[in-house]
């Protein structure tokens, strides 16, 4: 297949929005903050898939802040530099530290690499400060 092919596209719903890592994670743990209250309610059944999916949104979660995620990717609008919410979606969650592991991990950016190759550096290095240690 070839870069432009291996192009990230996403069948959703057009009421659906992608989630990074750690904006799951901050969802969740509000569910969870308040889990004790949910489970007096009959009607709210939570599943037991929910203390796995918490689980891996933390352990994927490279950052300090979701809102700080998406105002730096949104702020440096991406978008306008041939970058689609999946990749950019994948870029916070994947937390790449270079260009390169950048085009290694998401093949299909190199199609539009002469155009987002300036864009896509500037966000890494805003991202980079705001990682979380681990």
């Known amino acids: 297949m070839s870069d432009a092919e291996l192009k990230l596209q996403l069948d959703m719903s057009p009421n659906s929005i992608l989630l990074t890592n750690c904006e799951a994670a901050e969802m969740l743990q509000k569910i969870q903050a308040h889990m004790a209250i949910l489970s007096e309610d ?9 203390d796995k999916a918490f689980q891996y949104a933390k352990e994927g979660n490279h950052f300090t802040s979701a809102k ?34 950048v085009y290694a991990l998401i093949p299909s950016l190199k199609a539009t690499r002469s155009i987002n190759e300036g864009k896509i550096p500037e966000a890494l290095t805003a991202l980079a400060n705001i990682k979380a240690s681990k």
């Open 42 to 50: 009959p009607k709210i059944k939570i599943p037991e898939s929910f």
């Open 68 to 101: 700080l995620v998406k105002e730096i990717l949104d702020c440096r609008p991406l978008k306008d530099y041939g970058v689609n919410d999946g990749e950019i979606c994948m870029i916070a969650n994947i937390g790449p530290e270079t260009i390169e592991e």
